[in-house]
């Protein structure tokens, strides 16, 4: 799993995971895990496909909970589900409450389109990459 970011650079650098728990059964494995780095390129994200935030690079660390399901079947992953807890994300970044310089920052890159340029960069970068699977 890596977030993407604009040109190239991911929206999170030096991504570590270190995984807290896991346990399988013959259809599942979970996975509690710790993704920490720091936010150095675009961090967009989208709702029902549009775009919702972008949110420009802050350089603050982010370290929070996931939690992993991964479905199986004849022993491959057919499927899998996330349960994050994007509010702590959120909030070391500073965007959840606001804090006022990264508010004025997102604003900023609505209003010059710079919001709408890195979407469209992260869009372009995930077909590519999804390109390159095959997919």
Known sequence: MRP???????????????????????????????MQGRHTGAFVRYRDGALDQA?????????????HVL????????????????ITMLGQLGVFPPAPPTALRMVAWRVTG???????QVTAEAARAAASLGA
């Open 4 to 34: 993407a970011g604009t040109g190239g650079d991911p929206a999170f650098s030096d991504l570590r995971f270190p995984v807290l728990a896991a346990a399988r059964n013959d259809e599942q494995i979970w996975v509690r895990l710790r």
């Open 55 to 67: 949110i420009p690079p802050t350089g603050r660390e982010i370290d929070f909970e996931q939690i």
């Open 71 to 86: 479905e199986l079947r004849d022993g491959k992953v057919i499927g899998h589900e996330a349960v994050r807890d994007d």
């Open 114 to 120: 710079r919001a709408s340029r890195a979407a469209a």
